[in-house]
């Protein structure tokens, strides 16, 4: 079955401190990967896909990597209102319409 | 554009008591997810709509839920009876097309089963 970890379960960073968080996946054929942030007490909130191996994407102080077995959402410089779990989840060619989702990592970045 | 909206977004009801869930999803989304996450857990799929039809409905724990989407607009999905285990949070969730797309996720409802 297709499976996601995420590490590390916690993380807790000073303002301005960069960091990566790690999805690692087993899936067969992957068909796309997905970054989410989620609040506390809400649902979550998409930020990213990725397709292939090599691939990138960028936005404000985050930008997710893609390789053949692992992705990494990296945080540059973060700000208190960067704190929240990050999920990832992966769509493989088995069943590309559900979401295999990871545990998350929760984030808390102190000022 | 409004997102995708979920009601109730709190229930707590006694084993053996019925539930239903609400959700709406972002209009002309025809895809229609449900997924759950129980405590401790990671959040699990259970169904997904295209329109009326359910095209995939491996993640229903058993019997006791029935997802319904009459018309291709808004979903409900149904426990009957609610057992202690089905306590979590309920998210819907919804995309423009199947495949290898974003699906957009509503705020969830959160059941407790006493």
């Known amino acids: 079955e297709d499976q996601v970890t995420q590490s590390p379960e916690a993380l807790r960073l000073q303002e301005g401190e960069s960091s990566s968080l790690n999805c690692s996946y087993t899936v067969s054929g992957l068909r796309g990967l997905f970054w989410y942030r989620q609040d506390p007490g809400k649902g979550p909130e998409f930020l990213f896909t990725?397709?292939?191996a090599g691939e990138e994407k960028e936005k404000e102080r985050l930008k997710a990597t893609l390789t053949k077995k692992e992705s990494f959402l990296h945080i540059t410089a973060p700000k208190p209102e960067d704190s929240a779990t990050y999920l990832c989840?992966?769509?493989?060619?088995?069943?590309?319409?559900?979401?295999?989702f990871g545990s998350g990592t929760k984030l808390n970045v102190k000022p | 554009e409004a997102g995708v909206t979920q009601f109730p977004s709190h229930s707590v009801i006694e084993k053996g008591q019925t539930v239903t869930l609400r959700c709406d999803p972002i209009s002309g989304h025809d895809n229609l997810y449900w997924y759950r996450r129980v405590m401790g857990k990671e959040i699990k799929f259970l169904l997904h709509?295209?329109?009326?039809?359910?095209?995939?409905e491996s993640g229903m724990p058993n019997n006791r839920f029935l997802a319904e989407r009459t018309g291709g607009t808004y979903s409900t999905l149904k426990v009957q009876p609610a057992e202690l285990e089905d306590s979590g949070v309920y998210f819907c969730?919804?995309?423009?097309?199947?495949?290898?797309?974003?699906?957009?996720f509503g705020p969830g409802t959160r059941l407790l089963v006493l």
């Open positions: 709509f295209v329109k009326e039809s359910k095209q995939d």
């Open positions: 969730a919804s995309s423009h097309t199947s495949g290898p797309t974003a699906q957009y």
């Open positions: 989840a992966v769509q493989g060619a088995n069943n590309f319409n559900k979401f295999y």
């Open positions: 990725l397709y292939s």
